[in-house]
């Protein structure tokens, strides 16, 4: 499965780049801010730390779009370090909830950020994955969502986004 998400993320990307003329410029930085600003959203339709509140979750398909624009930047990122070989996930198995978890992948991407290697970009897959998996995603529904956002993401650029 990873082989052909890395692979539909690399077509996105180069096709973004190129229409942007953003080929040679380093754009990991801009991809880290963008997949913590998903991360936020995300955490913001999930609503699980709004103790103030009573209004519910959102529908499970919006929780779902916002997950997996995360997996789209944390591939991508991933495509930038030239890696996808070499991936290996390792599963978490302690017993977090969810607002434990979103802090886990928050403090996952910046402890990436100070130090941009391997262990570092496989321990910001597992905490998502982890996190994926609280939400009660399974990974055939996170295979299927992300094909349907990459191909938005393709009509986008055919619009002139
Ligand atoms: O190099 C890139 C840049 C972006 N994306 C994807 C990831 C994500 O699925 C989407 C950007 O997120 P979103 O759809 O939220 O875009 P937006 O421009 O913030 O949209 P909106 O204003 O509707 O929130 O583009 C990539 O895959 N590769």
């Given at each position: 499965m990873l082989k052909r998400l890395f692979a539909l993320q690399r077509e996105l990307d180069t096709r973004i780049e190129k229409e942007h003329g953003l080929?040679?410029?380093?754009l990991m930085d801009k991809k880290i801010l963008a997949l913590l600003v998903e991360l936020g959203e995300l955490a913001n339709e999930t609503?699980?730390?709004?103790?103030?509140?009573k209004k519910p979750a959102a529908k499970r398909e919006v929780i779902l779009e916002e997950y997996v624009d995360g997996i789209h930047f944390i591939l991508s990122i991933g495509l930038n370090l030239a890696i996808e070989d070499q991936l290996q996930l390792v599963e978490q198995t302690e017993k977090r909830d969810l607002v434990q978890q979103f802090h886990y992948v928050f403090d996952s991407i910046a402890a990436f950020r100070k130090e941009i290697n391997m262990k570092n970009y496989q321990s910001i897959f597992a905490e998502y994955i982890l996190l994926g998996k609280l939400l009660g995603f399974s990974v055939e529904e996170i295979e299927k969502a992300y094909k349907m956002k990459n191909e938005v993401n393709h009509k986008r650029q055919d619009q002139g986004y």
């Amino acid at each position: 499965m990873l082989k052909r998400l890395f692979a539909l993320q690399r077509e996105l990307d180069t096709r973004i780049e190129k229409e942007h003329g953003l080929e040679n410029q380093d754009l990991m930085d801009k991809k880290i801010l963008a997949l913590l600003v998903e991360l936020g959203e995300l955490a913001n339709e999930t609503r699980c730390f709004k103790y103030w509140s009573k209004k519910p979750a959102a529908k499970r398909e919006v929780i779902l779009e916002e997950y997996v624009d995360g997996i789209h930047f944390i591939l991508s990122i991933g495509l930038n370090l030239a890696i996808e070989d070499q991936l290996q996930l390792v599963e978490q198995t302690e017993k977090r909830d969810l607002v434990q978890q979103f802090h886990y992948v928050f403090d996952s991407i910046a402890a990436f950020r100070k130090e941009i290697n391997m262990k570092n970009y496989q321990s910001i897959f597992a905490e998502y994955i982890l996190l994926g998996k609280l939400l009660g995603f399974s990974v055939e529904e996170i295979e299927k969502a992300y094909k349907m956002k990459n191909e938005v993401n393709h009509k986008r650029q055919d619009q002139g986004y």
